[in-house]
C-alpha cells in the first residue's frame, strides 16, 4: 500500500498445513498395538513492512515478522486406556491427561507401541530496522538493528515400556542361560518382565532471544576500486524457561551429600531463579568479542576483468533448543523403573500389579543441590563461548567477447566452537587411575549407602573405581552440547554464461567442493 510518494507498507500471510505418516499402519487403522504415526507439520507466517524515504539520499526499512511451526507425533496407540490391558489405571494418567498402549519389546517376536503424542511448537518473531544514507557521489551508509525472540514450547507424553526374554522360563537352572529352553513369548504371557520404566516428562516454555546492530560502508574510493566496510554487533542470551524449569551444573559447588557421606563432593545441579541467573548459561560473546568484523573490495584491473574478494565473522547459533539437543528439565521430569527382579529367578513384579511400590513424583526444586544425586545429570556450564564462523571469498570475472562471460569463484570457511551433538561424559576416571586395572571393579564400603535412596549407588557396597571419579555422587555428568566442534568447508566454481538478445541464457558450471566437520554426532555419548 502506498501511503505517499516517500511511504509504502506492504503486508504477507501464508499458511502450510501438512501432515507426514512416519510409520504405516501395519496391523490395521484400529489396532492401538501398531506402529502407525502420524507427523503433523503445520505452520503460519505473517510479515510486515513500513518504508519511509525521507529524503532521496536517506531511507528508513521497518521490519516485523512471526512464524509459527507446530511438529507434532500423533501414534495410533494414544490415547489409550492401560487398564484394558490388565496394567495399573494409574498409568493413564501419570505424566500426561490420557495413557498410551506401552512399548512392548519380546525377543524373537515383533514389537508392539508405537509411542506417544509429543509435538514441538516454536516461534520466530522478529523485529529489524535498517537506515541507507547516501552521503555524496562516494560512499553510500548503511546502518541499522534487528531483535529475534525464539520461543519453544515441547511437550511429551508418558509411555509404559516392557521388555521381555526368556530369562524367566528357562531351565533347568533358571540363572544359567539355555537356549534349548526357554522362551520370551512365554515370559511375556506370564506378565514377567525383565526391566521396564515409565517417565513423567515435564513440559517446558524456552525461549532465547539475538539482538544485534550494524554499521556498513559501500566507499568507492576510485573509478576502479569500491571497498565495503562493516561492524556488526550481536549477542545471544543464555535460553531461560518460563517456570524456570532448566538447572545448570556447577562442577567446583560442594554437593549437599558431603557431610553425610563424609567426604567432599564436587559438583551440583543450580536451578534457575530464586536468586539465581534465570538463564542457564552466561551470555556468550564472539571470537572477536561482540564486534564481528566484514570487509570486502572490488577492483576492476580493465573493462573486462573485475576482480571481488571478502572476508567476514558471522556468529551462528549456540545452543539448540529442544528435547533432542540434551535440554531436560531435570528435578521435574521422573522415571519410575519396573524392578523385573532381586534375585535373578523370582520375578519381582508383574504386568498386572507393575511399579506395585507406586510411581516416583518429580522432586521440582525442593531437593536443591542434591537433585538427580545417584544418577546421571545433563550439565550445561555456565561460561560457554559464542560460536562463529570465519568466511571468506576471491572470485574473478572476465568477458571474453560480447554477452560471454568467464568466471572463477573461490570459497572458504571455518567454524569455530560450535556446539557437538553428542553428550560429552566429564565423569571419566583419570588416565592415572587406569593404572589400578580390575581393582577398580573391587567392591568397598558405599559412603552413599542410606543416603541416596535407588539406583547402582543405593546398595552396601560400590565400585572402588566409582569413588575416584571426579563426580563420585553421580552415575554420570554429560556436557550439553558442548562447544567444541569445528568445520572447515571450501569450494572452488567455474562457469561460463551467454546471453543472447532474445533474452535466452546459457550457463554452464563445474563446482569442487569439500567440507569436513565434527559437530554431527547427535545420539551418540563420547568420553572426555
Known amino acids: 500500500h502506498n501511503i505517499n510518494d516517500k511511504q509504502?507498507?506492504?503486508?504477507r500471510w501464508s499458511?502450510?498445513?501438512e501432515f507426514k505418516q512416519l510409520a504405516g499402519d501395519l496391523y490395521g487403522i484400529n489396532d492401538p498395538g501398531g506402529p502407525g504415526t502420524l507427523a503433523p507439520d503445520n505452520r503460519w507466517d505473517i510479515g510486515f513492512g513500513y518504508s519511509n524515504a525521507f529524503s532521496p539520499n536517506f531511507a528508513m526499512v521497518l521490519t516485523l515478522g512471526w512464524n509459527r511451526w507446530t511438529e507434532e507425533r500423533q501414534p495410533q496407540g494414544a490415547p489409550f486406556d492401560v487398564s484394558s490391558l490388565g496394567l495399573p489405571g494409574t498409568l493413564n494418567t501419570y505424566g500426561s491427561p490420557m495413557g498410551a498402549f506401552p512399548a512392548i519389546s519380546v525377543t524373537g517376536e515383533g514389537s508392539l507401541g508405537?509411542?506417544?503424542?509429543?509435538?514441538?511448537?516454536r516461534e520466530n518473531r522478529t523485529i529489524s530496522l535498517d537506515f541507507t544514507k547516501i552521503m555524496g557521489a562516494h560512499n553510500t551508509l548503511s546502518f541499522g538493528s534487528m531483535w529475534v525472540m525464539l520461543p519453544i514450547n515441547p511437550y511429551l507424553d508418558a509411555q509404559a515400556t516392557f521388555s521381555?526374554?526368556?530369562?524367566?522360563?528357562?531351565?533347568?537352572?533358571?540363572?544359567?542361560?539355555?537356549?534349548?529352553?526357554?522362551?520370551?513369548?512365554?515370559?511375556?504371557?506370564?506378565?514377567?518382565?525383565?526391566?521396564?520404566?515409565?517417565?513423567?516428562?515435564?513440559?517446558?516454555?524456552?525461549?532465547?532471544?539475538?539482538?544485534?546492530?550494524?554499521?556498513?560502508d559501500d566507499w568507492k574510493v576510485t573509478s576502479k576500486l569500491t571497498l565495503n566496510l562493516g561492524l556488526r554487533y550481536e549477542i545471544q542470551t543464555g535460553p531461560t524457561e518460563r517456570h524456570n524449569k532448566l538447572p545448570y551444573f556447577d562442577p567446583t559447588a560442594t554437593n549437599p551429600l558431603s557431610p553425610q557421606a563424609g567426604i567432599h563432593l564436587p559438583g551440583e545441579l543450580v536451578f534457575a531463579g530464586g536468586g539465581n541467573p534465570r538463564s542457564i548459561y552466561d551470555t556468550p560473546y564472539g571470537g572477536f568479542g561482540p564486534v564481528a568484523p566484514r570487509v570486502g573490495l572490488s577492483y576492476s584491473l580493465n573493462p573486462k576483468?573485475?576482480?571481488?574478494?571478502?572476508?567476514?565473522?558471522?556468529?551462528?547459533?549456540?545452543?539448540?533448543?529442544?528435547?533432542?539437543?540434551?535440554?531436560?528439565?531435570?528435578?521435574?521430569?521422573?522415571?519410575?523403573?519396573?524392578?523385573?527382579?532381586?534375585?535373578?529367578?523370582?520375578?519381582?513384579?508383574?504386568?498386572s500389579n507393575a511399579f506395585k511400590s507406586?510411581?516416583?513424583?518429580?522432586?521440582?526444586?525442593?531437593?536443591?543441590?542434591?537433585?538427580?544425586d545417584g544418577q546421571t545429570v545433563n550439565a550445561v556450564l555456565r561460561h560457554r563461548p559464542a560460536s562463529y564462523v570465519?568466511?571468506?571469498?576471491?572470485?574473478?570475472?572476465?568477458?571474453?567477447?560480447?554477452?560471454?562471460?568467464?568466471?572463477a569463484r573461490y570459497v572458504g570457511n571455518h567454524s569455530v566452537k560450535l556446539p557437538f551433538g553428542a553428550l560429552f561424559e566429564l565423569n571419566e576416571l583419570p588416565p592415572s587411575d587406569l593404572r589400578l586395572g580390575t581393582a577398580l571393579l573391587a567392591p568397598v564400603n558405599n559412603p552413599f549407602s542410606g543416603i541416596i535412596k535407588s539406583g547402582t549407588l543405593a546398595g552396601p557396597t560400590v565400585a572402588?573405581?566409582?569413588l575416584l571419579r571426579p563426580y563420585p555422587e553421580y552415575t554420570g555428568v554429560e556436557s550439553v552440547q558442548p562447544p567444541v566442534a569445528s568445520g572447515w568447508y571450501q569450494s572452488l566454481t567455474l562457469s561460463a554464461s551467454k546471453h543472447f538478445t532474445s533474452g535466452l541464457q546459457f550457463l554452464a558450471e563445474f563446482m569442487w567442493s569439500k567440507y569436513l566437520t565434527n559437530s554431527d554426532s547427535s545420539g551418540f555419548s563420547v568420553s572426555m
Open 114 to 121: 508405537s509411542g506417544v503424542i509429543q509435538g514441538w511448537p
Open 15 to 17: 499458511w502450510k498445513h
Open 358 to 372: 507406586g510411581l516416583q513424583q518429580p522432586t521440582g526444586t525442593s531437593l536443591g543441590g542434591a537433585t538427580y
Open 305 to 351: 576483468l573485475v576482480l571481488h574478494s571478502g572476508f567476514g565473522i558471522f556468529d551462528v547459533p549456540s545452543m539448540m533448543t529442544a528435547y533432542e539437543e540434551g535440554l531436560a528439565a531435570q528435578g521435574f521430569t521422573q522415571t519410575t523403573t519396573y524392578v523385573g527382579t532381586y534375585d535373578g529367578v523370582t520375578p519381582a513384579n508383574t504386568l
Open 164 to 216: 521381555f526374554s526368556s530369562g524367566f522360563t528357562q531351565g533347568p537352572n533358571p540363572i544359567a542361560a539355555n537356549q534349548d529352553s526357554g522362551n520370551a513369548l512365554a515370559s511375556f504371557l506370564a506378565g514377567a518382565a525383565d526391566s521396564g520404566s515409565i517417565t513423567d516428562n515435564a513440559s517446558s516454555a524456552i525461549s532465547k532471544k539475538f539482538l544485534g546492530c550494524y554499521l556498513n
Open 390 to 407: 570465519e568466511m571468506w571469498t576471491a572470485n574473478a570475472q572476465y568477458q571474453t567477447v560480447a554477452n560471454i562471460v568467464l568466471e
Open 8 to 11: 509504502h507498507l506492504f503486508g
Open 464 to 466: 572402588y573405581g566409582q
